[in-house]
């Protein structure tokens, strides 16, 4: 029996995964007042955007 799982799910679970770190960081960083820590939750979205529009299945 052949498989069903889409071969894109790696790179789905890595962007989710990503997307749902961002927001984690950028709270956290906003309630402890620490800039490199909002910096790399706005980085790790954009990361995730990019990953997301350059993988087009």
Do not use: H, K, N, Q
Request: hydrophobic share 60%; charged share 10%.
């Amino acid at each position: 029996m052949a498989s069903t799982l889409r071969p894109d799910r790696p790179v789905r679970r890595t962007v989710l995964a990503l997307a749902a770190c961002a927001p984690v960081l950028i709270v956290a960083g906003a309630i402890v007042g620490s800039s490199w820590l909002l910096g790399i939750g706005a980085w790790v979205l954009i990361v995730a955007v990019v990953i997301e529009f350059a993988y087009r299945p």
